[in-house]
């Protein structure tokens, strides 16, 4: 991590509302950050890339507050593109309209335009993330968002140090093309050059024989780190694993989780681990490593993408030669490996007690059963053409056969708002999301993989493009399963939901069975979180009370998924009380009518 300016300004604003009102220091304090986006030159591989930041730096600048603080940004955008931030599982309570959902919760902020995103960090604690959230400027415009317990007690022992390990990639590319070539299809030549661990691309990438920098972490030994992963990439769950160390994993999503042992953690895009290492291994060197997985062939191959840091000891003995030279490497699952994070995530429980826990073992108010995967829509809005791969049809993601379409004219929230959803004077159109897959079929038959004419896919290939929203009654407990197909791929799909956290009750290969599936539930300690990697060729389970009022974005945290079109919108009802009712916007909500296009 690059300037640290902020923190010390978040830490002014402590001190300053601290002393400003005397109170004791568990009052809530004020953070404020100003992110100037701009797109500057940074060079790799020899190469002078321009990209659009946060102040200049790769990966942005960390917001660091306390449980209860507000956080205040002020977004100035000198970038030539729409810009949003949105701030990724901050549960947003009644504040919607900071979200920075793009045409979701609100339009863009518009170049050289400002606006100011305002809302609290209540009742969450450990690690989350911020990144843009109009099309795939995300790839460098992130940062990590890092909540402390009000009391500074952590329930486990208090780490020395705390440690950002922001997994990534480093594109060469334009990405507003390759977002592009998404929409229409995907192209598979849309690579990332890079993995990168904390804006490194690490000592395996090198350019005429200049080998790229590592990430390095100096470690004293005896001391406990706290690592806070977060994968910020485009494409890719990775691994990630220390040489001969071990890890216990204490939190994910900003919830905790009960300690679970570990020498290998699975980090799906969107999701953040948080895991505790303690220095206890001889005084040497050992490479960190982040490696990508991705399933096997049939399934279309992108390269093997790995970066990897260095943990150096404080007093390396000065004739430990080896470890001098060259750091250990640790020992990687393959790339093809896609049990590892299944058994990983599968592994992981919540602390018991949860407030909301009653409630999800009560009455379930709604079921939806979403199939996750690919399907086609036709040229030039034609009502039919050849599948299969022909070009008369263009690949989409979808979930039940519905590809999302981003609203243009104005954002949902606001269409919602004003009355102008659906109807004469729409200014948005929506539909229902299905609340199950058009027709059943054997979801996970892997026969489905390759896209060839005349096959079985054919048939089932058929999608719809819609701006589709599904409704909930105010604190209504809604259950979803989701199912990954293998139809043209069988990838994993890392589902997040905004403004709410859900319990993960189980997860499946295969097809989902209600009649055997729903006994494996785990309704006393299930892990709470915002992203759920739904395995591949299976499924997993979801269970949230939809408590808060407003429009959220739920989508695959894969972004040629989402901008295929693998997304959908709850909307959360006011409830009978003010304080359950989502205030009017602020005031200064950039325009949707100066939007360009
Ligand atoms: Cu990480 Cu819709 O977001």
């Given at each position: 991590m690059s300037k640290m300016l902020p923190i010390a300004a978040a830490l002014f604003f402590f001190y300053a509302a601290v002393a400003l009102s005397g109170a004791a220091s568990s009052k809530a304090a004020m953070v404020e950050h100003t992110f100037v986006v701009k797109q500057v030159y940074m060079r790799h591989l020899c190469n002078d890339t321009l990209v659009t930041v946060v102040n200049g730096q790769f990966p942005g600048p960390p917001v660091e507050a306390t449980e209860g603080d507000t956080v205040v940004v002020h977004v100035v955008n000198e970038s030539p593109f729409e810009i949003t931030i949105h701030w990724h599982g901050v549960k947003q309570r009644l504040t919607c309209w900071a979200d920075g959902a793009g045409m979701i919760t609100q339009c863009p902020i518009q170049p050289n335009t400002t606006f100011t995103y305002r809302f609290n960090v209540d009742g969450q604690v450990g690690t989350l993330w911020w990144h843009a959230h109009v099309s795939i400027l995300r790839a460098t415009l992130h940062g990590i968002i890092v909540i402390r317990p009000k009391s500074s007690s952590y329930p486990f022992q208090k780490p020395h140090v705390d440690v950002p390990i922001i997994i990534a990639e480093w594109w060469q590319r334009d990405l507003m093309k390759v977002d592009k070539n998404f929409s229409m299809g995907g192209s598979f030549s849309d690579n990332p050059a890079a993995a990168t661990i904390n804006g490194k691309l690490s000592d395996l990438y090198n350019c005429s024989g200049v080998r790229e920098d590592n990430f390095v972490l100096n470690v004293e030994h005896g001391k406990t780190y706290m690592l806070r992963l977060v994968n910020a990439a485009l494409f890719s769950e990775y691994y990630f694993k220390v040489a001969d160390h071990k890890f216990t994993v204490v939190g994910s999503d900003a919830n905790y989780v009960r300690p679970y042992a570990t020498d290998v953690v699975a980090v799906a895009p969107g999701e953040t681990i948080d895991v505790l290492m303690v220095a206890d291994a001889p005084p040497c060197r050992y490479y960190m490593v982040a490696l990508a997985n991705q399933p096997p062939a049939p399934d279309p191959q992108i390269p093997v993408f790995m970066s990897r840091g260095i943990v150096q000891y404080r007093g390396i003995p000065l004739d430990a030669d080896k470890c001098r030279n060259e750091p250990l490497m640790p020992e990687m699952p393959d790339q093809h490996d896609t049990l590892t994070t299944f058994y990983f995530h599968g592994n992981l429980s919540g602390l018991p007690g949860h407030p909301l826990l009653p409630k999800i073992q009560g009455r379930v108010d709604e079921h939806l059963f979403i199939s996750l995967g690919k399907g086609s829509i036709c040229k030039g809005n034609k009502p039919s053409c050849r599948r299969g791969g022909n070009p008369e049809s263009i690949e989409v993601a979808y979930m039940n056969n519905v590809s999302f379409r981003l609203p243009e004219k104005m954002s949902l929230l606001e269409a919602r708002h004003y009355g102008k959803m659906n109807g004469a004077d729409a200014a948005v159109v929506v539909q229902d999301l299905p609340s199950r897959p058009p027709r059943a079929f054997n979801?996970?038959?892997?026969?489905?993989?390759p896209v060839v004419p005349g096959g079985e896919l054919e048939r089932l290939e058929a999608t719809r493009k819609a701006t589709t929203v599904r409704r909930f009654a105010h604190n209504a407990t809604v259950e979803v399963v989701f199912q990954s197909t293998s139809t043209m791929q069988s990838d994993s799909n890392p589902m997040h939901l905004h403004g709410h956290d859900f319990f993960v009750l189980a997860q499946g290969h295969g097809n989902y069975d209600p009649a055997k599936d729903v006994s494996s539930y785990n309704v006393v300690d299930p892990q709470m979180k915002n992203t759920v990697q739904v395995p591949r060729l299976g499924w997993a389970a979801i269970r949230f009370v939809a408590d808060n009022p407003g429009a959220w974005f739920m989508h695959c945290h894969f972004e040629f998924h989402i901008a295929m079109g693998m997304a959908t919108v709850i909307e959360v009802a006011n409830g009978p009380m003010l304080g359950d009712t989502l205030p009017p916007p602020p005031s200064d909500l950039p325009k949707c009518e100066n939007k360009k296009n």
């Open positions: 979801y996970t038959d892997p026969a489905l993989i």
